[in-house]
């Protein structure tokens, strides 16, 4: 009797594994970058684009996957490709950013991206890595449950990105030139757009304007993704209610709103039930503006919802919120929770191995054009982390610095702290010359493979105060908690949910307040860590994390691959 129990538990172990490596796959795409001539807003305009559409092609993987990617750089730029949000487990050569994992890919050669997918499911997205090419070079990447997994929600009955961009009636590497140059700001967009089309409120647009086709009683997921350049928007769908399931391929405890506030880089599933009356919808988008004396893009994109059977009447627009509804935008951020115990749930860790606290703010920069720069006092714009601005090497990348040990590529000497306490959100220190000016490094902090860090992140009223969304690479982090004014230890800690924080890779640190996050350093290799406001990266509001080699062969960073490019 034993013999057969036995026989056919090894056939179930052979079946299992089998079946799981059924389950993974190699997805396999190549990218065509080049120029592409598209009409927007009455005029032609030429733009850098990925295989000739706006948005670039979506990406479908499952967890499990590996995705192997081949760039060919037939622009006039240079060029990197961001998975943003993918862990990149031991494959940090592939996680793209320019001067920091990688040397640019140079007009007219090529690179291959080839990268595994674990741990993760959901929305993500891929986007340029170099100068503003991301306005127009970014597209969805879709992370799947394994075959014979599914949703820990009800299955939809359809899938559809919601990619909200950003406009400009120019060329965005011109824009950011003239703006780098200046020393000032720079141009505000002219339009926003919902994958690739402004919608009908701006001229010439009639006839591009997003419109989905829905089926009374059925569900449709949203993958929204915030792909603009430099506003948080608010998302609404008129007479709909919005269940969000998950946040940058993290599921959520479903969270039901009718309103999405997402800052740029971040990422929403969320469930529409079309339940209303048989007619037309209109969905819509404008900025989430956290400092309106800062110029922006006031405009409204929108596409339509059209119901199976509805008649040509106008369509319901919904009532968005005001530009600097900022009770409106942390209700939404704060009362998000993640899915305690559903897949890839990752529990907090309790015991914190290094502390930083970390103020983040805009600042300036000394002219050096004769005193005729466009910023604040007749200086250059600037921003900094911990009075630390960050600067880019441009030798060799950081992480060619890492992995051969070449020194004067980057310094390990980022401050845990910053170096004056003051008030700092107090709009009163907003000119105060003698915390403006940070000097420029290139400064990180190293960390001990998995090591847990706690972070602060304290927003100040430095020049203006204003929301910032920062983004981590190579890691989700759990947002312990969030709130407005200087953070109090005695006072906020109490505050901190350790039993089901939402866990993600982009957090909007609060207008003139904190956010606390803690991540586990389970990765070795560079990790890039900054403000993905595109104005205010080239400006210093950056660091990055140099996280060690593990103990063993599997825990150690591979070479980096033969044809990776070179400064």
């Not at 990619?163 to 009636?169: H, M, R």
Request: include cysteine.
């Amino acid at each position: 009797m034993a013999r057969p129990v036995l026989l056919l538990l090894c056939a179930f172990v052979v079946l299992l594994a089998s079946s799981t490596m059924a389950s993974a796959a190699i997805v396999e795409h190549s990218f065509d970058v080049r120029n592409l001539t598209v009409t927007r807003l009455c005029r032609e305009q030429v733009i850098t684009a990925v295989n000739g559409s706006l948005p670039g092609p979506t990406i479908h993987v499952q967890e499990g996957d590996t995705l192997v990617v081949h760039v060919y750089n037939k622009s006039p730029y240079n060029l990197t490709i961001h998975w943003h949000g993918i862990f990149q487990i031991l494959s940090a050569w592939a996680d793209g950013p320019d001067m920091v994992t990688q040397c640019p890919i140079r007009p007219g050669t090529k690179y291959t991206y080839k990268f595994k997918i674990t741990q993760q499911e959901g929305t993500l997205w891929w986007h340029a890595h170099v100068s503003w090419l991301r306005a127009t070079v970014y597209g969805a990447l879709i992370i799947r449950p394994r075959s014979g997994h599914s949703y820990p929600f009800p299955k939809p009955d359809k899938e559809v990105p919601i990619i909200l961009g950003e406009w400009w009636n120019a060329n965005v590497v011109d824009v950011e030139n003239q703006a780098l140059a200046s020393g000032g700001g720079p141009n505000n967009s002219d339009a926003y757009t919902i994958n690739g089309m402004p919608g009908n409120l701006y001229p010439c647009s009639q006839t591009q304007t997003y419109k989905l086709n829905v089926e009374k009683g059925k569900t449709y997921l949203l993958r929204i993704i915030n792909a603009a350049l430099n506003n948080q928007l608010f998302y609404k769908v008129a007479n709909h209610k919005l269940t969000v399931v998950g946040v940058d391929a993290e599921y959520t405890k479903p969270y039901v709103t009718d309103v999405v506030v997402i800052a740029p880089g971040q990422t929403a599933d969320v469930l529409l039930t079309a339940d209303q009356p048989v007619g037309s919808y209109y969905m819509a988008a404008h900025p989430y503006a956290s400092q309106p004396a800062i110029p922006f893009d006031n405009t409204t994109t929108r596409g339509i919802i059209v119901y199976d059977g509805a008649t040509s009447s106008a369509p319901i627009m919904p009532v968005l919120p005001a530009f600097n509804d900022t009770p409106t935008a942390h209700k939404f951020y704060s009362n998000l929770t993640g899915l305690k115990d559903g897949p890839n749930w990752v529990p907090v860790p309790l015991h914190v191995d290094k502390h930083m606290f970390i103020t983040v703010g805009l600042g300036l920069d000394r002219c050096r054009i004769n005193g005729t720069c466009q910023g604040a006092n007749g200086q250059r714009f600037s921003a900094s982390m911990n009075n630390a601005s960050f600067m880019f090497p441009t030798s060799l990348s950081m992480l060619q610095a890492f992995f051969f040990n070449v020194n004067g590529i980057y310094t390990a000497d980022f401050p845990n702290k910053p170096p004056v306490k003051f008030d700092y959100t107090n709009a009163n220190v907003s000119n105060d010359l003698s915390l403006l000016f940070a000097p420029k490094s290139t400064s990180v902090t190293k960390l001990k493979f998995n090591a847990t860090v706690e972070m602060v992140l304290q927003n100040t009223a430095l020049i203006a105060i204003e929301n910032h969304p920062m983004h981590l690479h190579g890691f989700n982090f759990h947002v312990l908690a969030q709130g407005f004014g200087n953070y109090n230890p005695k006072r906020d800690i109490k505050k901190y949910n350790l039993v089901n924080p939402q866990r993600r890779n982009t957090i909007a640190v609060p207008v003139g307040g904190w956010a606390v996050i803690r991540f586990q350093a389970n990765n070795p290799g560079v990790w890039f860590m900054h403000c993905h406001l595109d104005v205010h990266m080239p400006w210093g509001l950056a660091t990055a994390f140099v996280v060690e080699n593990g103990p063993t062969p599997a825990t150690r960073l591979p070479p980096p691959p033969h044809d990776l490019p070179q400064c």
